[in-house]
Structures are given as structure tokens and as C-alpha cells.
């Protein structure tokens, strides 16, 4: 029997990164090869990058670094933000042997099969890296998913220019799925045992401005009529989205999970205008009480950025108030990292290391505390519906459709099964639960 070409694929960065990342391995798997798990010794290492931080490049290269020195002889193949952003640092690497963007990743099989079938190392690398600006949506499917939940990526491309943002740079304007590939992709996953969907993007509220015609919430309401008994979960959103009309026909839709992660960066208006985001404090928190009305047992989580140039002790107080005031069941902190070539790298009044550290142990602590005000609030309805994804040390664990985590003493997994619990109290930043019979 001829002996299958391996391949790994090693995965930084966001949903979107995952998504495509499937989809590459997909087309792996039909051109004959067979996908490894992390870290094996393989014929083929692709490594799909991100480059949304200092710390992501850095990620990057040592990941590039690392598989080559698992596998000098193995081929090497890079795509993503960061190779799409500087293919000049990615050449560098000894090793590596092809570089693509954002708009071709489908291009590392073909390059891959060219590789093994002439047999030898490329004395330097090809560069595939087009133009980003004008690329069009690349075309890609999923057929499968991990376990409980899958990604769809909808939507490519942001346009918004805050000014800490490299992103879009990397990534190019924005370019939506056609409503119909969506929806057909959505069916097929579904119809395979899909228990929940997560629609993401770059920019997953821009999904339809290509279109003509089409927004997001034309999108959630052709898939609520064919999710079954599925959830469909939303991946960032902007709060500038959440206007009157949005939400009312948010609030109708039978299948969309009752959370929602909201992109919120900063509670101070001056910080986020210096950000240049589309809304500030007053019209991010009256998004937030729009929701909170329309959708009962509402869950929020959010990302914020701290020590941002000019953030004084009294915006990130605005902060903190901002987000007590929110209520978030989780929040991501991010301390400020200029990233060159973005306006926000040359402003004046940069915060010092210290400064940022001490802020975003401040606000993880706040919302830590807040965190834990929501999980004992959610004992209050202790009746809920678990879908169960991982299993350790004797427990279960899952998240409700609001994304409560969740844990039920069980001796088996329970992955991909729906079940009802009662909820008993918390313990270590979740839920524990029993299993209702």
C-alpha cells in the first residue's frame, strides 16, 4: 500500500484563523493526504499566523522556528496576517519554503503536492502574497466539526481603520459569503449533527455592505428557518450595531443564542474617540440596555483595551465604572501594544509597562468579581440546558445557550449532547450542576 503524504496544521489567532484552518485541512484530506495532530513529526508543516499584536508575531516566528527544527527535512508552508504583513520577516526563516496571504490560504495544498512531488527542500522560498485591498472572498466549505460546535466564516475584511489596528492592513476590505453559501453550509453541518454554529468574521457586522441589499440581520433570520434544533451563535460584534430595529428582529429569531461578545475596547468616550471607534460610552451602554430588554436571560461578553495612549487615571476610571455598570459575564483585557504602521503607534502620551499592568490586573479583578455576581445571579433559574464539550477529572462541561459554563459530575463524556441540569452553585469560576433525570 503507497504510504499517505502528513501534514500538521498549527492554528494562531482568532475564529476566523480556525475556520480556515479546517477548511485547509479539508482539502488536505481530499487530495490525499493525512492531517496530523499538533506537533507530530509530519512531511508537511502549514502554519496559519496572526499578527493582531507584538506578541502574535512573535508567536508566529517561534511556531515557524519550532517545526522546522521538528522536521528539517519536512516542507514548510506559511500563510495568514502576519505572513500576508511583513513575507519579507517570513523568508528570513531558515526553512521556510512557501509563503501565501489571506486571499489564496487554499493555495498551501497545491503548493505542498508541488513540494513532496519534486522532492527537495526550495533552496528560498516562494512567495505567493498578493495585493490584499481589492482580493475577492475566497471561496471555502466546511464539512466538519469539533466535537459540539463549528465555525462559518462569513465575512472577510474590516474597514472601520481604528487606529490601533494592523488588521485591516492584513486582511482588506470587506467581502461577504453569499446569504445562499451560508445557508447551504449551515444546512450541511447541521444536517452532519452540528449542535451549534458560530458565525464569525473579521468584521462580522459589515457581513452583506458588499452585497447590495443585505444586512446581518437578513442573514440570522434565512438561517433561523433552517437551524432545526441548533444553535446559532453570533462571534464579535460592534455595540454600534445594536440599534432599535436591529435588536427588535434580533429578539425574534428562535435559534440565536442569548449572548453576545461585544468588541467594547474602552468605557471612556475620549479614549474610544482617540480610537476612533464608531460610538461612544452613552451609545455602547444604551445598545447594551436595548438588548438587555429585548432578550431575557441575556449573557454579554466583551474585550476591552487598556493603557491606550492618553487613557488618563480618570478615563480608565470611566472604564471600570463602565463596565460594573454592564454587568459582563466575561471580559478580555488587553494591555495596548503599538503596532507599527497604525496611527495610534506615533501619538503623544504613550502609558508606561507599569502603568498598563497595574490597569489590567485592575480590570481582570473587577471582572473577575463581576463574573461571579452573574453565576450566583443565574442559581435564581436553576432549571437549564447544557451542551456538553469537554470532559475532566469525572466532571462534564458545557455552556447554556447564554454561555454559562457548566459542570455535572457524570462517568462517561457527554460531548455533543443536550441535556437538562439543575443548577447547585458555583466553584472556581463556573456552575456545578446535576443531571436532571
Known sequence: MERKSTVCIMTLGCKVNQYESEAIAEAFTANGFLV?????????????????????DRKARQMIRRMVQANPKAYILVTGCFSQSHPGDVAKIAGVDYICGNDNKLSVVSAALELLGGGKKAQKPQIAVNDIENAPFEPMCIKRFDRTRAYVKIEDGCENRCTYCAIPAARGKVRSKPLADVVAEVEGLIAGGCREVVLTGIETASWGRDLGGSSLIDLLEAIDKIAGDARVRLGSLDPSLMREDFVKRLAALRHLAPHFHLSIQSGSSSVLAAMKRK????????????????????????????????????????????????????????????????????????ID???????????????????????????????????????????????????????VRSDTPLHGILLPVRLQHTANGRLLAEKVE
Request: contains cysteine.
Open 353 to 407: 509597562s507599569a502603568t498598563k499592568k497595574a490597569r489590567s490586573a485592575a480590570l481582570i479583578a473587577l471582572g473577575e468579581q463581576i463574573r461571579q455576581e452573574r453565576l450566583k445571579n443565574a442559581l435564581s433559574q436553576p432549571y437549564r440546558t447544557v451542551l456538553f464539550e469537554t470532559f475532566e477529572d469525572g466532571l462534564a462541561i458545557g455552556h447554556t445557550d447564554n454561555f454559562l459554563e457548566v459542570a
Open 36 to 56: 496530523r495532530p499538533t506537533f507530530e513529526v509530519c512531511d508537511a508543516y502549514v502554519i496559519n499566523t496572526c499578527t493582531v499584536t507584538a506578541e502574535s
Open 279 to 350: 460610538y461612544n460610552r452613552d451609545m455602547a451602554l444604551a445598545g447594551i440596555a436595548r438588548l438587555r430588554a429585548a432578550i431575557p436571560d441575556l449573557e454579554l461578553t466583551a474585550d476591552f483595551i487598556v493603557g491606550f495612549p492618553g487613557e488618563t487615571k480618570e478615563c480608565f476610571t470611566e472604564t471600570l465604572d463602565f463596565a460594573r455598570e454592564a454587568a459582563f459575564l466575561q471580559m478580555h483585557v488587553f494591555a495596548y501594544s503599538p503596532r507599527a504602521g497604525t496611527p495610534a503607534a506615533l501619538m503623544a502620551e504613550q
